[in-house]
């Protein structure tokens, strides 16, 4: 019986995993040739910039048989500012291949990695690569990874799993097998499928993708220790990817996780899959069904988004990597709309681009990653749409939140219009986001009138009173409001909404209780020991926190913490210089913290929250037949509903 699988190869930039991917095609039958990523002819890198710059910059499909085996495989970007789209990727596999280089071991992405698959829990096989080239050290790379990953990274090469000191390593990792191990001394293969299943065990194989070596061994040990998923009868899918094929067709990829997707079937209200695409490649068969465990891209659809569920399943939670730079381009005396347009189409692909325009400025903002990705998406929109655009240094995306409760008030009541609304504004755990809930009584607010509210809520990003910057990690939960069966339209909530959450933040804003957040690095320091003490104080001018460990392996020191990303994003250029080229900075974004210089980014913001008028915190009552302005500080003791303060 054929056994389908999707799998992922995820790497850091460099560790050869499109390599692998050519190597494991060639070596399954499925290509006759060799391709390799140095000659632009690796089958998984289809993109012109893809071959000219020699890198993965977007995810690719390839098909491969190799025993009772079906093996789908999901090729990733394996630079840091594509990570976007490679987390995308991992929550529609069923196992991970990462690739590590047998000479470089454990890199910062790699890292990153791993934690995301840790957060995804998605069972992962390793392929220690490059042990061909001179100061390979594959045995001393699995001692790094059973100390620094997990102990369960074990060295499944040899293909001895069941007995031996191999089948002993494996039963140690979960204390019931290994009573059953001590009892038999043997391990059965149901066990340790499970135990790879259930991310206790992480078998390694070592080689060389080049030469070909280790490369059978790594397909059958996934054939032999993959469990194939079982899928309930009612469709469900996931959507994990937005494209355009070469004549402009939008196209939305998708895991399907229950029952079947057939053409013409309704995805999405007035939304039918018109092709089903199953790609190889960069050649694709239509089908007429595809069913669950299998991977298609649809045609048709203009609403999907990655991270969409489908059928019954439901969205993702946003990912847990998120840009943290704003990157702005001048266009002078040119029509706007074509770049726009073309950005709009980039972003359709991948939504945290975030395009924006300031009429003001007369300036295209979009949020990326690193330089990377600037150089890629300016190269994207000259060869795709014949547009240059050239972005500037990017700006810190800063973030504001609130550290105590408070309750906002909006009202809204121009002549013939009414609402009123209240929201409790508490401040939640960090990286949270944004919450909304209702803990009103109908006889309040029908149910109608506070779907309304929720659906304003969810509707805008909120900005915070400091600087302008979004609002996160706040919990809104409407409390009490008034509507009239007469006056009120879904528009008169919408304002009242809005306003109430504005008229908050300002309430806050008199005892200093909204909080400017920036976002902050979790950094891995390399360098030679006698430069530990220029590292160390480099690090307390920028803010940062730091734990010094040694590193016995290579006699260098090793300093890992946080430090503010303004202060630490361009440190790798001077680390190289201070330690001749020896020391290496791996860092990758870990969340929002506290402001390090809050006090001067408020001011060289030069915001005034009364003076935005898209996001006012005042209110509009009415008196003698016409509406009139009401500033944000007398609206509770104006408010017709009960203020709770």
């Known amino acids: 019986m054929t056994k389908q699988i999707v799998a992922g190869l995820v790497a850091h930039v460099d560790a050869g995993k499109t390599t692998l991917t050519e190597a494991l095609l060639y070596q399954s039958g499925q290509r006759r040739q060799l391709g390799r990523v140095d000659n632009g002819d690796a089958f998984l890198d289809p993109d ?13 499909q390839a098909n491969l048989h190799y025993d009772d085996l079906q093996l789908t495989m999901l090729d990733t970007p394996g630079h840091v500012d594509f990570v976007t789209q490679t987390e995308q990727v991992l929550q529609v596999l069923d196992y991970a291949i990462l690739v590590i280089s047998a000479t470089d071991g454990l890199q910062g992405y790699t890292r990153t990695l791993w934690s995301l698959l840790n ?25 790094q990874l059973q ?40 391990l059965s293969q149901e066990a340790v499928q499970q ?21 059978k ?88 988004y990655p991270g969409q569920g489908l059928g019954g399943l439901p969205d993702s939670p946003q990912p847990q990597l998120q840009p943290v730079l704003s990157y702005a381009a001048a266009i002078g005396q040119a029509d706007p709309q074509p770049y726009l347009r073309a950005l709009r189409e980039l972003a359709d692909e991948d939504p945290q681009l975030t395009v924006t325009w300031s009429q003001h400025l007369q300036e295209i903002h979009v949020h990326l990653m690193g330089e990377v990705q600037r150089e890629i998406l300016e190269q994207l929109l000259q060869e795709r749409y014949g547009r240059q655009l050239h972005f500037n240094q990017g700006r810190i995306l800063y973030r504001e939140t609130i550290d105590q409760a408070v309750e906002g008030v909006g009202h809204f009541e121009p ?40 659906t304003s809520l969810k509707a805008k990003e909120h900005r915070g009173v400091l600087t302008g910057a979004p609002l996160t990690d706040v919990k809104m939960t409407l409390v009490g409001g008034k509507g009239s069966i007469v006056h009120s339209v879904g ?34 320091l390399t ?97 003698h037949g016409a509406g009139y302005p009401v500033k944000w500080d007398q609206v509770p003791q104006m408010a017709h509903y009960p203020y709770l303060k």
């Open 527 to 623: 360098i030679p020991q006698e430069q530990v003490g220029r590292a160390i104080n480099d690090i307390q001018q920028m803010h940062g926190d730091f734990t010094l460990a040694a590193n016995d392996h290579n006699s260098m020191a090793v300093l890992t913490g946080q430090a503010p990303v303004i202060s630490m994003q361009n440190y790798a250029v001077t680390v190289r210089n201070y330690s001749h080229g020896q020391g290496q900075l791996d860092y990758v974004v870990s969340g929002y913290r506290p402001c390090h210089n809050a006090a001067a980014v408020i001011n060289s913001s030069h915001y005034e929250p009364t003076a935005d008028l898209a996001n006012t915190p005042d209110s509009v009552f009415c008196a």
């Open 195 to 215: 135990l790879i299943k259930q991310r206790k065990v992480f078998p390694c194989f070592t080689g060389s993708a080049l030469k070909l070596t280790g490369i």
């Open 491 to 524: 528009g008169d909530f919408r304002e009242a909404t809005w306003r109430a959450v504005r008229q908050g933040l300002m309430e806050l804003q008199r005892g200093h209780h909204n909080v400017l957040l920036e976002p902050w690095y979790h950094y891995r």
């Open 119 to 143: 957060h995804y829990q998605v069972p992962t096989f390793i392929f220690i690569n490059k042990t061909d080239s001179i100061g390979a050290d594959p045995t001393g790379v699995i001692q």
């Open 415 to 454: 002549l013939r219009h009414y609402a009123e609304v209240h929201l409790l504004l508490e401040p939640t755990a960090p990286g949270t986001g944004l919450s909304f809930a209702s803990n009103c009584r109908e006889e309040v607010l029908s149910h109608n009138w506070q779907e309304q509210v929720l």
């Open 48 to 60: 012109q910039l893809e071959k000219k710059r020699g890198i993965t910059i977007f995810a690719h």
């Open 217 to 304: 061994q790594l397909l059958a040990g996934l054939a032999e220790w993959t469990i194939p998923i079982s899928y309930g009868p009612d469709f469900a899918a996931r959507v994990f990817k937005i494209s355009h094929d070469p004549k402009g067709n939008r196209l939305t990829w998708v895991r399907v996780t229950g029952g079947r997707l057939t053409a013409k079937q309704e995805l999405l209200p007035g939304e039918k899959a018109d092709q089903l695409r199953v790609y190889d490649g960069e050649h694709f068969s239509i089908q007429q069904a595809v069913t669950a465990g299998n991977v298609a891209a649809v045609t048709g659809l203009t609403s999907s």
């Open 147 to 186: 100390a620094e990953l997990a102990p369960g990274c074990i060295d499944f090469t040899d293909g001895q799993i069941t007995s031996g000191e191999t089948a002993e390593a494996i039963a140690m990792q979960d204390d019931q097998v290994l009573e059953q191990y001590l009892n038999t001394a043997t």
